[in-house]
């Protein structure tokens, strides 16, 4: 089965602004805090939000405390006043799209000019923005509005963000037609309308199309009604588990679309539901790598195998490591348990970036403990061998990486934890990753290390940071939701990409220096293909040539399976 999912889907920038800062205010503003309505129209959204302490607030009471959300969809501007006189304090996350067709209605209804809104009735943008046109304000919402009004003098045609263009332009020209003179500002949102593109280029190129979103938002019904205009089958699900499954395997290939409301978590959830589908269709050999692919990524297996290749590669350049199959397993046990020690202490946080990870985990939970554990323990008998060095570095990786999250500081404290220093989750990966697989197996690196393992372990914590910052960013909902200030979360996507893309820079350059100077061998000049693999993938992440998904993260760790491979070419080469 093929699965495509839409290149515009998911939160859009309002809701998304909006969810930012419902869940910072949760965290900073004053108590209690509530949104005026449901900030969105998205049942998994307002569950999560109500978890992390904001609730709904439905009436306004006569009197009040703690902090009031305004959503996306904003408010009328008396509703507004009402709110601050009953004594919350308002934060206000309209949308600055739907704040400027709020403006426009008051600008023009204060000049004397009607407002004509083209919207759905009973929703609340439609509502805010009709407020700010007062008694000026026109609604239609139906061909029967449309035959019924009769605008007095001059008027202007506005549209609710989220309407369809080609209603709105038709009803707008019959309006123009009938009462000449009056002026159209086409405000449907950019996201509204490549979205709806999107969803009618799905149709044509899919056998069915499944739209996820709550069933009360408007531009979710919209995206379904595009599918089925265009006569394609369509589900509309709310989550992955209204999903029907038997239907779907009758069907070749599966579009993806999403509205707006829809978070990312849930529309991860349905993708990964749907590739889990055997489609009649589907040759049973592509299944089965599917199914292989995603045990060892939800196993974390490809991590694993991404340490254990970067210590094979180190092994082969520098002569003072131990067999490359003891310093390969040890980063195999050492990598595989933390990272699946972290991801069983956490796995609500987890359920919102890798849903079927979490559920996988969580299912096989024990199994995965015991794994864990077990491989801790066979990683530090290995680095025992090697030297009490190793032993006692890997004994302190281990403890401070199983201690990461941990609260060590008392309560009341910003800093609690090694986690909760800002953006140092990539740094604390890369440090590790680069120590166990350089200076843990080597018996030259203790009590001092030289000079060509130095080199070594500052070329591959820089090639683990370029990846970790790529884990950050598929991570970044849920570090989000956990509150926690990841690098992503504090500069932003597009500056993480471009400080992947310094750092793979950075990497070529100390390699190249590294080896024309002679202090590593020329076999390090492998991490010249490794930065060339991270920047071309950070560069097409950029102009959204690749999706975040399953593929990217493999493509991500699969750079460290090439590092080896080159390494050993060279050594061939120079022999
Ligand atoms: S659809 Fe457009 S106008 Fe509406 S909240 Fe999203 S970005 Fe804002």
Redesign the pocket.
């Known amino acids: 089965m093929k699965v495509q999912l839409a290149q515009v889907a998911g939160?859009?920038?309002?809701?998304?602004?909006?969810m930012d800062m419902a869940l910072d205010a949760a965290r900073t503003a004053s108590k209690p805090v509530y949104t005026f309505g449901p900030l969105?129209h998205n049942p998994s959204a307002i569950e999560l939000l109500e978890r992390t302490g904001v609730h709904v607030l439905s009436e306004i009471p006569q009197k009040g405390k703690g902090t009031v959300i305004i959503r996306?969809?904003g408010i009328p501007p008396e509703t507004k006043k009402r709110l601050a006189d009953a004594g919350f304090f308002l934060v206000d996350a309209t949308?600055?799209?739907?704040v400027k067709?709020q403006m426009l209605a008051r600008h023009y209804s204060r000049k004397g000019y009607s407002c004509i809104l083209v919207g759905d009735k009973g929703h609340p943008?439609v509502m805010g923005i009709l407020g700010y046109a007062g008694e000026k304000g026109i609604l239609v919402s139906c061909d029967e509005d449309l035959k019924t009004i009769s605008p007095a003098g001059r008027y202007v045609i506005l549209a609710q963000?989220?309407q369809d263009r080609e209603r709105f332009s038709r009803w707008s020209k019959e309006i123009m037609k009938r009462y000449p003179g009056g002026r159209v500002f086409d405000t449907i949102?950019?996201?509204?309308r490549r979205?709806q593109d999107e969803a009618a280029r799905l149709a044509k190129a899919s056998d069915l199309v499944v739209v996820v979103g709550g069933r009360s938002s408007a531009?979710t019904k919209r995206l379904a009604e595009i599918v089925e205009e265009k006569g394609t089958a369509c589900m509309a699900v709310e989550t992955a588990e209204d999903l029907d499954r038997t239907r779907l395997s009758r069907y070749r290939k599966i579009g993806v679309t999403a509205g707006?409301?829809t978070p990312n978590w849930v529309i991860t959830t349905v993708v990964r539901e749907i590739e889990s589908i055997r489609s009649a269709k589907d040759p049973l050999f592509r299944q089965a790598v599917y199914r292989i692919l995603r045990l060892f990524h939800e196993a974390n297996l490809w991590t694993a195998l991404a340490g254990a290749a970067l210590a094979l590669a180190a092994s082969i350049m520098a002569p003072g490591i131990v067999s490359a199959l003891s310093a390969g397993s040890i980063a195999f046990c050492s990598i595989f348990s933390m990272h699946t020690i972290n991801r069983l202490m956490d796995m609500e946080h987890g359920s919102y970036n890798d849903p079927l990870r979490a559920r996988f985990l969580k299912t096989h939970k024990v199994l995965f403990a015991l794994l864990s554990t077990t491989a801790l323990l066979l990683a530090h008998v290995l680095a025992w061998k090697v030297g009490n060095g190793s032993f006692l570095l890997l004994l302190a990786l281990a403890t401070s990486a199983v201690f990461y999250r941990v609260h060590i500081l008392p309560a009341g404290l910003s800093i609690r934890s090694l986690r909760d220093l800002p953006g140092s989750k990539p740094l604390f990966i890369s440090v590790t990753w680069g120590a166990v697989a350089v200076l843990v197996p080597s018996r030259e690196a203790f009590p001092l290390p030289d000079a060509d393992l130095v080199g070594l372990f500052m070329l591959a914590s820089l090639a683990v940071f370029a990846r970790s910052l790529f884990m950050e960013i598929l991570d970044a909902q849920g570090d989000l939701i956990a509150g926690w200030e990841t690098l992503t979360l504090l500069v932003g996507e597009k500056k993480t990409l471009r400080i992947i893309r310094m750092a793979s820079v950075a990497l070529a350059a100390i390699a190249l220096v590294l080896t024309a100077t002679g202090i590593i061998r020329h076999e390090a000049l492998a991490f010249l293909l490794f930065a060339a693999w991270m920047y071309g993938l950070s560069h097409r992440m950029g102009h959204k040539r690749i999706r975040q998904n399953l593929r990217l993260e493999f493509l991500v760790e699969a750079s460290f399976l090439v590092l080896p491979a080159a390494a050993f070419l060279i050594a061939i080469l120079r022999t």
């Open positions: 939160f859009c920038m309002g809701v998304r602004r909006a969105i996306a969809h949308c600055p799209r739907v067709v943008e963000t989220t949102c950019d996201s509204t979205r531009n707006a409301s």
